[in-house]
């Protein structure tokens, strides 16, 4: 038993990635254009975007989508401002009704900054050059900020989304990690889990990570998101963080290291354009 | 300890969908165009899809690109056959030289019987409608011919290629299997390997897989292709030919069924066009 978990916070390695990105956008006059709809997550996430895009001294412009609009408009908007010359990068809404999926092809691959456009999916399935979304990105930055080895180490992830697990796994797999993906027709989930050196949960579960699913060595990167009693939680429970060697909380983990992320690519697709 | 694995050979697999496919496939004028260099193992495979379309009742065009032939002038290649309403379906050579990698992306994707153009990769990763590769595709046939349950079982793959290990794991993910990817830096191989309850070699490397790697009631599929001394090889060592519950062979096993695949993916063209 361990003294208690070293704590994985978002905020250091932030600050570590915010004076590159800060001196690398001065002067671009980037411009982070959000599309989306009149969605009360979606805004609240945009909003604090545009805040962080003040802060790094760029522009932010938040599209928002008639509800109901036809695919095709959708589209035709995603392709007019990622063809808008004054736009440096472009993300779009997720998760996004399914029927405006084919919309996302029409993002620009050179702005498409949270790794959307089916191009883009492919180039980071062949391990090809391109943008990497956002969140299991983050997830790499933090493990690699705290000193952490990925290539050799069993990774568990626990979640198969588009949005964490299944990039998340290709991604840490061309780390040299050897990965497990877990989900909800998993057996023996904590059996497999306690395996894990770098135990990744993407479920929005609140505490359906418990002790008995982590070993004394492991690393546990928590990036699930439940709301409880109106109180952002995470899926790692507090008994993990009395027992294991290192955890990423909820809130103030991975969430603040998606975002400086996000701008990270923004400045990568300066670099492009 | 059993009394012998039990084969699942890829005969009776292919007999099994070859009534399916030559009844779909007659009358239909389908025409399988196959794309490459002039390269021994290519030139071997493709006489031998040649042979297998005279069986199945339809045509085979074999279009060999000089040597050293410009990128453009090979996507140029892929875009006329491709466009060529007589062309049914398309294959190109795998693998392939990486700097002729973009060309893959002329491929029409209803024609893109193995999954290369990127759009087609970005499918099977987020699960939509589409081709699948035909190696990968083939291991969950052989499964489900003989009976195997995929859903809730352990899937352990070893290698993590373009090929075989990464279409793989998406794909058993989709079944509901749960999937560790291993590699060359892979720590602790055998005793990973031991956990499976469906063991995939994908290495070209003989002898690899011994029974220190495999429990009793696992079933192993051979994806591994390597030649010994003028004899064609598999991963699999035959000491665990004696110990486990199920064994698919090589040669012999998913050879012929991955070839089975390809065309009734021509026979799903067939009915796109």
Redesign the interface.
């Known amino acids: 038993m361990s003294d208690g978990a070293k704590l994985f916070f978002g905020k250091p390695c932030v600050e570590a990635m915010n004076q590159r990105i800060s001196s690398g956008l001065q002067g671009k006059n980037a411009l982070l254009c959000t599309i989306g709809f009149d969605d009360g997550k979606w805004n609240q996430y945009t909003e604090s975007l545009s805040k962080s895009a003040d802060k790094y001294g760029c522009q932010c412009r938040r599209v928002v989508a008639p509800s109901g609009v036809l695919v095709k408009d959708f589209s035709e908007l995603i392709a007019e401002n990622s063809a808008d010359p004054n736009v440096t990068g472009v993300i779009v809404q997720q998760p996004l009704p399914k029927v405006y999926?084919e919309a996302l092809?029409r993002i620009d691959v050179k702005k498409d900054l949270d790794c959307l456009n089916?191009?883009s999916?492919?180039?980071m399935?062949?391990g090809?050059e391109g943008f990497r979304p956002a969140t299991p990105s983050a997830v790499i930055a933090l493990l690699k900020f705290y000193g952490e080895e990925i290539?050799?180490k069993?990774a568990v992830i626990v979640g198969?989304g588009?949005a964490v697990g299944?990039p998340l796994?290709?991604m840490l797999?061309a780390e040299?990690a050897?990965?497990?993906?877990?989900?909800t027709?998993?057996?023996n989930l904590p059996e497999?889990c306690r395996s894990a050196d770098i135990l990744v949960s993407a479920c929005g579960v609140s505490g359906l990570i418990t002790p008995e699913f982590v070993n004394e060595n492991a690393v546990v990167i928590d990036v699930g998101l439940s709301f409880v009693e109106g109180k952002s939680r995470g899926d790692v429970s507090d008994e993990v963080y009395k027992m294991c060697r290192a955890v990423s909380p909820v809130p103030g983990g991975i969430g603040p290291v998606t975002r400086a992320v996000l701008f990270e690519n923004l400045l990568k697709a300066t670099k492009l354009q």
């Open positions: 999926g092809s089916p191009l999916v492919a180039a399935y062949n090809d290539s050799g069993r198969r588009n299944k796994a290709l797999l040299n050897t990965v497990t993906v877990c989900h027709k998993t057996r497999i």
